[in-house]
DNA sequence: TCTGGGGTCCTCGGGCCC
DNA sequence: TCTGGGGCCCGAGGACCC
């Protein structure tokens, strides 16, 4: 009879995913401080411009490492509203870093390089390197464009050194695919795989047991657990809880008082180690949505064409995603960022699902008559969820109601 | 010139029905 | 008829993640 195996999880996280997918094309900008960023409507085309500033020359994809360095677009030269997705390491020091506005980063580094965000790319490399892995390990989570969860249980030889050789094989084989690195770390469980993954960067293996939480785990910061963000962080502070190990010696009662039940039943849990969920291989999505925010504040009525026409825009995208992806989706809804950024959603479910962009327009134009719309707007969105699979439902004459005149934009 | 875009999940309150 | 649940759905908001 063989040995039960045990629970072997691993959390792969490719190393500075973004920015390594960009020195394979452009190898001269590795080691350069470097961002990339900017919003949607900022998004131009390097090689476009690059080819307007030289005319002469046009750069193919095959000769892109021979663009000159000071060919490239400076973050100093940026105008818009756009925030940091990454950062270089180099471009760190100068205190600039994710989430931070474009305008505060370029004074701080006006020299560092800015990209454009290309996720069309960074899609292809997150096909690419999930596909090595699906080949060693078929039991993976996607956990969004550059991270995933996979179930070493059942893998032969995925215990050995606590899973480190097949760690290793997956490591080998992505880089070879790919020309990428990444971190793994192997754990009897997904939270503490996530927690181990982020030991050993870049390029590294880390391996953690049930007999390593106190060691390796409790000396931790609280916000080292995936779902301690900002607000629970600060609030852990408040009582004195600073790393996962002072979090672990409360009582759950405790815990369970100052937190609701459900959070704090499960930050009890969290500090222990302890996480029974399960690598999930498959899953639906529950909402398609598209927002954007403008060059400057508009307002309902003063700019009421600009909105209409950017309303109808976002309605039709979101239309365009879902029959691309084949769904339909009966709760359509709205997202507004006032100038103070508050945020105000409305949502309407409808009788029958739709991925029709007069019909989601119209829907949401409808929703937009419930709010207040004194202060002026940063950003507009519009969502449909309940999706359900255009397939699956039963062919209707998707009969286009009257239109309702009454539209507010 | 602070503060993007695309998601998931949870909670809470209200309405409705039994 | 009145009152008090429980279950369920919906809408709004918040926290969190990549």
Redesign the pocket.
């Given at each position: 009879m063989p040995a039960v195996a045990r629970r072997r999880i691993a959390h792969l996280d490719m190393d500075a995913f973004y920015a390594s997918v960009e020195w394979l094309r452009y190898p001269q900008l590795k080691g350069l401080p470097m961002v990339i960023g900017g919003?949607?409507?900022q998004e131009d085309d390097l090689i476009g411009r690059l080819n307007v500033e030289r005319p002469e020359r046009h750069w193919t994809a095959d000769d892109l490492a021979d663009i000159p360095v000071d060919f490239f677009p400076l973050l100093r030269d940026y105008?818009?509203?756009?925030?940091i997705?990454t950062a270089s390491y180099a471009a760190r020091p100068f205190g600039v870093g994710?989430?931070?506005?474009?305008?505060?980063a370029a004074?701080r580094c006006p020299q560092a390089i800015l990209l454009p965000v290309d996720f069309d790319q960074y899609r292809k490399y997150s096909r690419a390197f999930k596909q090595v892995i699906r080949e060693i390990a078929p039991v993976m989570e996607d956990?969004?464009?550059?991270?995933v969860y996979i179930d070493f249980t059942g893998v032969p030889g995925g215990q050995r050194e606590g899973g480190r050789v097949l760690a290793r094989l997956i490591q080998k084989s992505i880089f070879d695919a790919t020309g990428l690195s990444c971190s793994i770390g192997v754990a009897p469980n997904k939270l503490l795989a996530?927690m181990a993954s982020e030991f050993n960067k870049p390029n590294g293996i880390s391996i953690v047991h049930e007999t390593d939480i106190e060691r390796l785990i409790w000396p931790l910061p609280c916000r080292k657990?995936?779902?301690?963000?900002?607000?629970?962080?600060a609030r852990l502070l408040s009582h004195g809880i600073t790393t996962i190990g002072e979090l672990a010696a409360r009582e759950r009662h405790w815990l369970i008082t100052n937190f609701?039940?459900?959070?704090g039943t499960w930050l009890h849990d969290a500090a222990h180690g302890r996480d029974a969920r399960p690598v999930v291989t498959e899953?639906e999505?529950?909402?398609?949505?598209?927002?954007?925010?403008f060059d400057?504040d508009l307002h309902a009525v003063r700019d009421r064409a600009e909105l209409g026409v950017i309303f109808t825009e976002l309605a039709e995208?979101v239309a365009g995603?879902l029959q691309r992806k084949g769904y339909v989706g009966k709760?359509i809804?709205i997202k507004l960022r006032f100038d103070d950024?508050k945020?105000?959603?409305?949502?309407?479910?409808v009788g029958e699902h739709t991925s029709d962009a007069r019909r989601i327009r119209q829907v949401a134009g409808q929703?937009l008559k419930?709010v207040d719309l004194s202060r002026r707007l940063?950003?507009l969105?519009v969502?449909v969820?309940?999706l359900a699979r255009s397939a699956d439902l039963q062919p209707s004459s998707e009969a286009p109601e009257t239109a309702d005149t009454g539209w507010l934009f």
């Amino acid at each position: 009879m063989p040995a039960v195996a045990r629970r072997r999880i691993a959390h792969l996280d490719m190393d500075a995913f973004y920015a390594s997918v960009e020195w394979l094309r452009y190898p001269q900008l590795k080691g350069l401080p470097m961002v990339i960023g900017g919003g949607r409507r900022q998004e131009d085309d390097l090689i476009g411009r690059l080819n307007v500033e030289r005319p002469e020359r046009h750069w193919t994809a095959d000769d892109l490492a021979d663009i000159p360095v000071d060919f490239f677009p400076l973050l100093r030269d940026y105008v818009g509203r756009g925030v940091i997705t990454t950062a270089s390491y180099a471009a760190r020091p100068f205190g600039v870093g994710s989430a931070m506005g474009l305008m505060k980063a370029a004074r701080r580094c006006p020299q560092a390089i800015l990209l454009p965000v290309d996720f069309d790319q960074y899609r292809k490399y997150s096909r690419a390197f999930k596909q090595v892995i699906r080949e060693i390990a078929p039991v993976m989570e996607d956990r969004g464009i550059d991270e995933v969860y996979i179930d070493f249980t059942g893998v032969p030889g995925g215990q050995r050194e606590g899973g480190r050789v097949l760690a290793r094989l997956i490591q080998k084989s992505i880089f070879d695919a790919t020309g990428l690195s990444c971190s793994i770390g192997v754990a009897p469980n997904k939270l503490l795989a996530k927690m181990a993954s982020e030991f050993n960067k870049p390029n590294g293996i880390s391996i953690v047991h049930e007999t390593d939480i106190e060691r390796l785990i409790w000396p931790l910061p609280c916000r080292k657990i995936n779902g301690i963000g900002p607000k629970t962080g600060a609030r852990l502070l408040s009582h004195g809880i600073t790393t996962i190990g002072e979090l672990a010696a409360r009582e759950r009662h405790w815990l369970i008082t100052n937190f609701g039940n459900s959070h704090g039943t499960w930050l009890h849990d969290a500090a222990h180690g302890r996480d029974a969920r399960p690598v999930v291989t498959e899953s639906e999505p529950v909402s398609v949505s598209r927002e954007t925010t403008f060059d400057r504040d508009l307002h309902a009525v003063r700019d009421r064409a600009e909105l209409g026409v950017i309303f109808t825009e976002l309605a039709e995208a979101v239309a365009g995603d879902l029959q691309r992806k084949g769904y339909v989706g009966k709760t359509i809804g709205i997202k507004l960022r006032f100038d103070d950024f508050k945020i105000v959603t409305r949502d309407t479910t409808v009788g029958e699902h739709t991925s029709d962009a007069r019909r989601i327009r119209q829907v949401a134009g409808q929703c937009l008559k419930r709010v207040d719309l004194s202060r002026r707007l940063r950003l507009l969105g519009v969502r449909v969820g309940s999706l359900a699979r255009s397939a699956d439902l039963q062919p209707s004459s998707e009969a286009p109601e009257t239109a309702d005149t009454g539209w507010l934009f």
